[in-house]
């Protein structure tokens, strides 16, 4: 067995050199690899020295193992978006994988998800497949991801399965945005009329109370005693601090309380129900939450996941407890090799059309080609939905915030138009 000199850099950066054996120059790179060394010159004892290139690729692969230092780190949905669909379409091509990552990993802005495409282009030279590349940075690459990689690997489509994956993706971006379009513009204009009424009960309310207790005599009406009241009990101090910044800080207390707990087991899963169940934004959840349930195991059975295992990534994928238990149940139903109806229908998180184009799908041998069909249903109707309850939201808040601000100010003129009237009198 020839002998191989080789240069190699360890994962500090710094420069090893040595001797080894192996059968060929790829199984030495390889054996290096298992050593965590990234080769950057080999060669075989007597037939060459590694001499200034080697220095060279040394040079250059310190570079990439700088590049490679900012990886660890999750990065946006967005920015896995554009690199899905680029790396698709450079493959669909005719480009090679391991050229379409060198190319991508030269041009990428983000130093993240630059340094993570210059590991996957190394671990692919080195043999690995790209799938186990990929499940090298789970922070980036969900289980949903890889599988559906090795699925296309697998079936010799991962141009294909790359373009599903990035459809996959814009669309659920897509979705995503509508749900947040719809619970962030509430939230917004309660912000704003609580900044609004701390700021008028804290700074103007008190000028307007000081001059109507100059005024002997002078009646206040009913609704500018309570706003006086309120603004005064809001400049108390009971302690170093007025009430307003106890209440401010209850709140957000309050708030992170609610946080934390929804992050445990049981109050997930009470959150989770309660979401279904809100009287506007319920509705959406709902449909948003199937949408996302058919499209994840529908791109992934269309690309040659086993059912049990789609289902698994699925229920991982699901975003909500109550639809995750009933995929659960759905996969130990589908493991008895029954159907996957029943188990739909018995957890009542599914509308009845859905159960029902599932069961046409089992039936027809074309269960994908259904979940995809339901997923943009309901992808419209959650875009339906979002337009609907925005368009009644936006009067609705708006009316408020007026009625609120418009209480406070009359309350602070209405004594000053009584005092006129009286004067006139």
Excluded at 216 to 221: F, K, V, Y
């Amino acid at each position: 067995m020839p002998n191989f000199q080789y240069t190699a850099i360890d994962q500090q950066g710094q420069q090893e050199t040595g001797t080894l054996q192996a059968g060929s120059e790829a199984e030495a790179t390889s054996q290096l690899r298992s050593q965590n060394l990234y080769p950057t010159g080999i060669v075989e004892q007597g037939k060459g020295t590694l001499g200034a290139a080697g220095k060279r690729a040394a040079a250059k692969a310190r570079g990439r193992k700088k590049a490679r230092g900012t990886t660890g780190k999750s990065i946006k949905p967005k920015a896995l978006m554009i690199f899905t669909r680029q790396l698709a379409t450079l493959i669909d091509s005719g480009l090679p994988l391991l050229r379409g990552l060198t190319v991508l990993g030269k041009q990428e802005p983000n130093m993240v998800l630059r340094g993570t495409i210059n590991a996957l282009a190394d671990s692919v030279q080195g043999g690995s497949t790209f799938s186990e590349s990929l499940a090298q940075h789970p922070r980036i690459f969900d289980k949903l991801y890889v599988n559906m990689v090795k699925a296309g690997e697998l079936g010799g489509v991962l141009e294909v399965v790359l373009t599903r994956l990035a459809e996959y993706q814009e669309k659920a971006h897509k979705l995503k945005n509508k749900i947040v379009a719809a619970m962030v513009y509430p939230v917004i204009v309660m912000f704003i009329a609580v900044a609004i009424v701390t700021f008028l009960m804290l700074f103007i309310v008190p000028k307007f109370k000081e001059m109507f207790a100059d005024m002997a005599g002078a009646e206040l009406p009913k609704i500018s005693q309570v706003v006086f009241g309120f603004s005064e009990f809001m400049m108390a101090r009971p302690a170093a601090l007025p009430n307003a910044v106890w209440i401010l800080g209850g709140l957000f207390l309050v708030y992170a309380g609610l946080q934390f707990w929804g992050r445990t087991k049981t109050g997930r899963s009470l959150v989770d129900q309660l979401k279904l169940k809100l009287p506007l934004f319920g509705d959406i959840q709902r449909k948003s939450s199937v949408a996302r349930f058919s499209r994840t195991l529908g791109t992934l059975v269309t690309s040659g996941v086993p059912i049990l295992q789609a289902l698994n990534i699925t229920k991982e994928t699901a975003g909500n407890v109550v639809i995750s238990e009933a995929i659960s149940k759905v996969h130990e139903s589908v493991k008895e090799g029954e159907s996957i109806v029943q188990p739909l229908r018995a957890s009542g998180a599914f509308p009845s059309m859905v159960i029902s184009m599932v069961d046409v799908g089992e039936e027809t041998g074309q269960l994908p080609e259904m979940l995809l069909k339901i997923a943009d249903v309901y992808d419209d109707e959650v875009d339906n939905a979002v337009t609907a309850l925005t368009s009644v939201l936006e009067p609705i808040m708006i009316v408020f915030l007026a009625l609120v601000v418009g209480a406070i100010v009359f309350a602070l003129f209405l004594p000053l138009i009584k005092i006129i009237q009286q004067m006139q009198q």
